[in-house]
């Protein structure tokens, strides 16, 4: 190496050396998080036992979460059952919530935060109240955006308000309150798979009705009956998929049977028929475009019934549950549930029922 490569070589190697000191510098010090800080509701963890009700507000809703003798229910909905596993796992985040870092008190930043009150039109947030048995708030604030991997994967962090107070706060810890009451609750409606269906009648709201229905289990494809002279079905699939209309069944939204009307003029009944002799009975109703909202019940067609007695018992527990409620239920199923005879014909274009 000449000297004058040797002096080139020292100097980049220098300037390379004052620009890694330069860096190293002016990165952003760490930032340690301390392990005893402060539980943002302490005592409640002691006091889960305790618990007798928890309310949730947001800017559409407000409902209920309370202990039954035999669980927790939805008390606005008749004390519609709630999973307990969900009621003991936003207790348990709740009391495990710790403070991190003081936000802003300024009303004015809080819609950034998602912390508007809940009385405010559009608020994003979440209030919640968790009381004890004799009316006394064990823990209360204001939920609101949240941060999925502050701590890396699986760690989150959300901002609150705690209680009534201004002041914001980004804590450790997320809170699952869901958007609404089936949130809270067993979303299967039912699930009866196609080889169990023998029979699907449905009344339109004009009392025409569509048939479909097979003589045989072992017989593959179920026929649409009172096909008109010089018309064909709109295809064997179209047919035979009518026969999943109640395969896994899940709500959408749930309420109170007197809470959505379902006028006469609109309203479609259903009756499906199982091998076993289990009949379960709907009526749907079509709400603007895409909406559909049902009712279910159970009975036993006596004369086909294998086992009249184990019918009965699953009629009579499914009856339990679903009598005096209404569902949302998605379009597919929606569709089948109000499917017009017509629509199943060739020709029926985008009103097809699957």
Same mark, same amino acid.
């Given at each position: 190496?000449?000297?004058?490569?040797?002096?080139?070589?020292?100097?980049?190697?220098?300037?390379?050396?004052?620009?890694?000191?330069?860096?190293?510098?002016?990165?952003?010090?760490?930032?340690?998080?301390?392990?005893?800080?402060? +539980?943002?509701?302490?005592?409640?963890?002691?006091? +889960?036992?305790?618990?007798?009700?928890?309310?949730?507000?947001?800017?559409?809703?407000?409902?209920?979460?309370?202990?039954?003798?035999?669980?927790?229910?939805?008390?606005?909905?008749?004390?519609?059952?709630?999973?307990?596993?969900?009621?003991?796992?936003?207790?348990?985040?709740?009391?495990?919530?710790?403070?991190?870092?003081?936000?802003?008190?300024?009303?004015?930043?809080?819609?950034?935060?998602?912390?508007?009150?809940?009385?405010?039109?559009?608020?994003?947030?979440?209030?919640?109240?968790?009381?004890?048995?004799?009316?006394?708030?064990?823990?209360?604030?204001?939920?609101?955006?949240?941060?999925?991997?502050?701590?890396?994967?699986?760690?989150?962090?959300?901002?609150?308000?705690?209680?009534?107070?201004?002041?914001?706060?980004?804590?450790?810890?997320?809170?699952?309150?869901?958007?609404?009451?089936?949130?809270?609750?067993?979303?299967?409606?039912?699930?009866?798979?196609?080889?169990?269906?023998?029979?699907?009648?449905?009344?339109?709201?004009?009392?025409?009705?569509?048939?479909?229905?097979?003589?045989?289990?072992?017989?593959?494809?179920?026929?649409?009956?009172?096909?008109?002279?010089?018309?064909?079905?709109?295809?064997?699939?179209?047919?035979?998929?009518?026969?999943?209309?109640?395969?896994?069944?899940?709500?959408?939204? +749930?309420?109170?049977?007197?809470?959505?009307?379902?006028?006469?003029?609109?309203?479609?009944?259903?009756?499906?028929?199982?091998?076993?002799?289990?009949?379960?009975?709907?009526?749907?109703?079509?709400?603007?475009?895409?909406?559909?909202?049902?009712?279910?019940?159970?009975?036993?067609?006596?004369?086909?019934?294998?086992?009249?007695?184990?019918?009965?018992?699953?009629?009579?527990?499914?009856?339990?549950?679903?009598?005096?409620?209404?569902?949302?239920?998605?379009?597919?199923?929606?569709?089948?549930?109000?499917?017009?005879?017509?629509?199943?014909?060739?020709?029926?274009? +985008?009103?097809?029922?699957?």
């Amino acid at each position: 190496m000449t000297a004058r490569s040797f002096i080139l070589y020292s100097i980049i190697t220098a300037i390379l050396v004052v620009a890694a000191i330069v860096a190293v510098s002016s990165r952003p010090a760490s930032t340690l998080i301390a392990r005893d800080r402060a +539980l943002i509701f302490p005592g409640v963890d002691a006091k +889960l036992n305790d618990v007798a009700s928890f309310e949730i507000k947001s800017a559409d809703r407000a409902y209920t979460i309370k202990r039954k003798s035999d669980g927790w229910g939805i008390a606005e909905l008749g004390g519609y059952g709630a999973d307990f596993n969900k009621v003991k796992t936003v207790l348990v985040e709740l009391a495990q919530l710790k403070f991190l870092e003081a936000k802003t008190s300024d009303p004015k930043r809080y819609e950034r935060l998602g912390l508007r009150d809940v009385t405010a039109k559009g608020a994003k947030s979440r209030e919640i109240t968790v009381r004890d048995k004799d009316g006394k708030v064990l823990a209360s604030g204001l939920i609101g955006n949240r941060n999925e991997d502050l701590f890396g994967s699986g760690r989150g962090g959300t901002y609150m308000r705690v209680g009534d107070k201004k002041q914001t706060w980004l804590v450790e810890g997320i809170v699952s309150t869901g958007a609404g009451p089936s949130d809270w609750v067993n979303k299967k409606i039912v699930d009866i798979k196609r080889p169990r269906i023998k029979r699907l009648v449905i009344q339109a709201p004009g009392g025409g009705l569509t048939v479909v229905s097979r003589p045989l289990a072992k017989q593959k494809d179920f026929q649409l009956a009172d096909i008109p002279a010089g018309k064909r079905q709109r295809g064997k699939w179209e047919t035979n998929d009518m026969a999943k209309v109640l395969d896994k069944v899940e709500l959408i939204d +749930l309420k109170r049977a007197d809470q959505i009307p379902m006028p006469k003029d609109k309203l479609y009944k259903a009756t499906i028929q199982t091998f076993g002799g289990l009949l379960i009975h709907t009526q749907a109703i079509k709400v603007g475009k895409k909406k559909f909202w049902a009712r279910f019940s159970a009975s036993v067609d006596a004369g086909a019934a294998t086992d009249a007695k184990k019918v009965k018992e699953a009629a009579d527990i499914f009856n339990a549950r679903h009598n005096g409620y209404v569902y949302e239920v998605n379009e597919k199923t929606g569709k089948k549930l109000t499917c017009d005879h017509v629509n199943l014909l060739e020709g029926a274009g +985008l009103k097809a029922c699957a």
